[in-house]
């Protein structure tokens, strides 16, 4: 167990909705990455937060975004959803970048 | 941006066998490189990392890896597998100064009885 959690396990909805993913970090990990991996692409790092304020961006698409709270938790918003977006959503918490411990991951179905 | 390239898709090998999985990265970037597994339906765990220093590097569960400048490569290995040793592996890198991790495509390490 990484003391990494994320809601819900597994997500199933339409094309066009709207899902909030959510993800509790490690208790005094400040920072929250979040990552997608699907069978086409890989594993792909999407957005990194760090105590609230957003510090890089990777393939993240314009109809997703996320946020940190102040209770460091975070959220992925992922809109006008596509059957291509069906993956395995990650996030990962950590101190210090040089060692992120991951979750077990939300998946996504997208029909 | 950093790439990070696994050769191999797949790797059966017998237990109790020795194993290497490698890993090539672009040598136009920073050079912390890390290793992942993946068990089934889990998320991804940290074997090992080489930020600095000596080339060897030991990880978790008797894996190691060796940083190689000059080849550019970063590649694990563990002398004698076990069937729990299953899963998938990920190496990664550092997309310079971003603070991101890139992966390349990940090796399926199956050990057989």
């Known amino acids: 167990d990484s003391g990494v959690t994320q809601t819900p396990k597994h997500l199933i909805t339409a094309t066009g909705q709207r899902v909030t993913l959510r993800c509790s970090p490690r208790?005094?990990?400040?920072?929250v990455y979040w990552y997608q991996q699907s069978l086409d692409q890989g594993l792909q790092f999407l957005i990194h937060y760090y105590n609230g304020e957003e510090r890089a961006k990777g393939n993240i698409l314009e109809r997703f975004s996320a946020q940190q709270f102040p209770d460091l938790h975070s959220e992925l918003n992922l809109s006008s959803l596509e059957l291509g977006d069906s993956a395995l959503y990650f996030c990962?918490?950590?101190?210090?970048?040089?060692?992120?411990?991951f979750g077990p991951g939300t998946r996504l179905t997208v029909t | 941006a950093q790439s990070v390239t696994q050769l191999d898709s797949q790797v059966p090998v017998f237990e109790e066998a020795p194993v290497e999985l490698r890993c090539n990265y672009s040598?136009?970037?920073?050079?912390?490189l890390f290793w992942y597994v993946q068990y089934p339906n889990q998320g991804l765990q940290l074997l090992l990392k080489?930020?600095?220093?000596?080339?060897l590097v030991k990880g978790i569960n008797g894996f190691e890896a060796e940083f190689n400048k000059s080849q550019t490569s970063f590649h694990l290995r563990k002398p004698s597998v076990h069937i729990s040793d299953t899963a998938e592996y990920f190496c990664?890198?550092?997309?310079?100064?971003?603070?991101?991790?890139?992966f390349g495509s990940g090796t399926r390490l199956q050990v057989q009885p």
């Open positions: 080489y930020l600095s220093g000596s080339t």
């Open positions: 990664a890198g550092e997309d310079t100064g971003r603070r991101a991790l890139t």
């Open positions: 040598s136009s970037v920073s050079v912390y």
């Open positions: 990962a918490s950590s101190a210090t970048f040089y060692e992120q411990y």
């Open positions: 208790s005094g990990d400040l920072s």
